[in-house]
Each structure stands twice: as C-alpha cells, then as structure tokens.
C-alpha cells in the first residue's frame, strides 16, 4: 500500500495514486496509466493517438493506405469519421462495431475475447487493445474544471470516477460534485462537454472512496440518479465488509482488483451494457420515448460471472438458485445469463448448449424479460419469443 507524505495524508491524491498503482499491478494489467491529460482533446473526448496505435496494429494495410491517400490529412479524416460514428452510434456500438469508412469497409475500434477458439485473428484483436486511466482530466471545452480519473479503451473513453477519502470527505460528496458541477451541457453557455454527453460520452460514472463505490450512467438529467456499486455485506445489508485485520486493501478493492481486470472490463462494454428504451405518457397525453443506458450493478456483474465460470468448470446439468432483493435488477441478471450461455463453445466451436430457454411465472417479469432480451440480441434469428406479445 502506498503510504501518503505527511503533508499530503487527507488528499484525494494518495487514494488515486493508489488506484493507478492497483491497475498497473493486475496480472496481465493492459492497463496504461497518465499522470496527467497529455493527449486528451476536450473537443471530442478522445486520445487520438492511442485510437491510431490501435488500427495501425489491427489493420496496418488500411492505415497504409489511408496514408496514401490522405497524404497528412489521414488522422483528421479518421478521426473525423471516428466522431461521426460516436455521435450516430454512440460509444458501446461504437465499440462493438466499429464503424465504416468509405474505401475501407470497417474499421475495428476494440476487440472482445472470442466466443469460438477457432478465431485466432479475433484474439489477435483483443490483445492489442489499449486500456488507459488518465488522471486529472479537463473535460470543459470552455473551462478548466478536471475529473479526477478517466478510464479510455484504445482512446475512447468508457468511464469517469471522483475519487473521495473517508478521511475528509465520503463517497456523498463525489456524488453531489457530479449532480452540481460535472454537467454534460453548461448552464448559461450551453456549450458542450463531450466526455460527460449521454451515449456519446464515457458510459459510466463512478463516485469512489475507500468504503463505498456508486454509479450513473446518465448526467444529463436534472437530478442524476445514482445507484449502489457496492457487494453488499455478508448480513444481506447495503455497503461493503469492512476491512479486516489481514487485509491489505481497501473495502471497494474489488473495483480494481476484480471489475478492472482486463477480460472483464471488455466483457462488460462487449456483453452487458444496453439501452432500455420504455413508453409513457407525459402530462399533455402524448407519448414519449425514454432511453436509459444499463451498467450492470455489482451484484448483477457478481452473479453472472460466478455462473458462468461454474458452467465453464463442470459442463452443462448444474442448478443455481439466485437470491435478488425487489427492485435490485432480476430482470437484467436473468437476460445476461442466458445471453452468456448460448454463447459458450466447445474447443471444436460447437456450442455448449442448443438452446437457453427462459420460463416464468409472472406477467410483468415475462414481459419485462422479453423487452430486455430484445434489447441485447445481437444475431437475427437467434431469439424467439414464445407467447405474449
């Protein structure tokens, strides 16, 4: 553990030095750490120069030729198309995608650990992606206020974090600094901020300390809401276990120890974040759409990894019984797990399992499911509903 300069004991400084100390750490990390915001561009939220490392590694024979072609213009043009795409799209299709270019046919923004072993070239794809945390970014492109930590996949920003000591001030305190202050469009000026932009922006926004960690995924509302990133204690209640006498970690440890590894960051920008998209009548009777962006909460997460993994360890035929609390996201955690089963191969490439099928008892939680997998769907075809709308 770092041990913070007597003068500098109760800064927020020592715990995101710490933080980045952890990433750097992990058992093969990934993970590139900037002391400061060398190479951010406020203007589109982007670290350009590792978005080019990246295709330049993945397909050097299209960057070849844009260089042909674009002679000293090449990185504008594709950083130009880049920001298209991320305005379009936003960041999680982004991603996932990629995006076409004329000329080019696609072009790959991150890869995921492949499903069929079979692959290697998709493999290839994941390795070289570059997973960065950037501290002390200045987001405003008027401004110069700073977020204390920004977490970039190959120079797309997937995440942002305030980081808060317990010794000071809490994790009530990050929050209230991104209700109040870190705000997506500036009052007065209306001039934008990119990195904190609905969909376009980082996907999820994090207030940490050394005790607790909470999330949000969309600022842009007028009181952003915030839900609990914690495990939970050991009782069943809210929070996290307190540190016990052995241990050399924080309480929220888990945030860079496990989340933070890198096959499950990229998992969880792969396989889980989606947008709901819901109806409802306004005051006026009209009909509105609604859009909210899904992170998955930690128990969420928790949950279908460890299912996951036993599956992968002892084959098909197990049973699991999942305890969820109401309101806590049952309807999400049953999709994820059905959408990571029928993705499970075997060594050969044959799926694991033929079929996942979903079988409930109650008509809002049927119907609440069916939207949801819908949402996640990936493969036409590959899902049908049976029964009800």
């Known amino acids: 553990m770092i041990i913070p300069k007597p003068d500098t004991i109760h800064l927020e400084i020592n715990f995101e030095e710490y933080i980045t100390k952890k990433l750097k750490e992990l058992e093969d990390s990934g993970w590139r750490v900037s002391n400061d915001d060398t190479g951010f561009d406020p203007n589109t939220a982007l670290i350009m120069d590792d978005f080019i490392e990246y295709v330049s590694a ?3 024979e299209k960057v070849d030729k844009m260089q042909k ?36 046919q696609t072009i790959t923004c991150s890869g995921h650990y492949p499903d069929d072993p079979r692959l290697p070239k998709l493999k290839d794809f994941y390795d070289m992606n ?11 492109t008027a401004g110069n206020k700073s977020l204390d930590l920004v977490f970039f996949v190959n120079g797309i920003p997937v995440a942002t974090a305030e980081v808060k000591t317990e010794l000071t001030q809490s994790v009530e305190d990050a929050i209230l600094e991104y209700q109040n202050e870190r705000k997506p469009i500036e009052p007065g ?28 995924t969309d600022l842009s509302q007028k009181q952003p809401k915030f839900l609990p990133f914690n495990r939970g204690t050991e009782d069943g209640h809210a929070g996290n276990p307190p540190v016990q006498k052995d241990d050399t970690d924080y309480p929220t440890g888990y945030f860079w120890n496990d989340i933070c590894r890198k096959d499950n960051w990229l998992r969880i920008f792969h396989n889980f ?7 409802k009548e306004d005051l006026t009777g009209r009909i509105k759409e609604s859009h909210t962006q899904i992170f998955p909460r930690f128990h969420q997460w928790d949950c279908v990894t460890k299912c996951i993994d036993d599956v ?15 309101g806590s996201g049952k309807t999400e955690t049953i999709t994820w797990v059905a959408h990571e089963l029928i993705r499970l191969m075997e060594d050969n490439g044959e799926r694991k399992f033929s079929s996942v099928i979903v079988v409930t008892d109650r008509v809002g939680l049927d119907t609440n499911i069916k939207g949801t997998i819908q949402q996640l769907k990936k493969t036409m075809g590959l899902i049908e509903m049976v029964g009800g709308d």
């Open 69 to 104: 072609s674009y002679g000293s213009n090449w990185v504008k043009n594709l950083e130009l198309q880049l920001v298209k795409s991320l305005e379009v799209k936003g960041t999680v299709l982004t991603l996932r995608e990629g995006f076409q270019m004329a000329g080019y």
């Open 312 to 326: 992968k360890e002892k084959g098909v035929g197990q049973r699991y019984l999942i305890e969820h609390s109401a």
């Open 58 to 60: 993945t397909a050097p």
């Open 189 to 216: 000026t209306n001039r934008k901020n990119f990195l904190l932009m609905y969909k376009r922006g980082a996907v999820v926004h994090f207030a940490i300390s050394e005790d607790e960690i909470w999330m949000c």
């Open 273 to 279: 974040v989606f947008e709901e998209v819901f109806k």
């Open 130 to 140: 570059i997973l960065r945390v950037m501290r002390q970014v200045h987001y405003q």
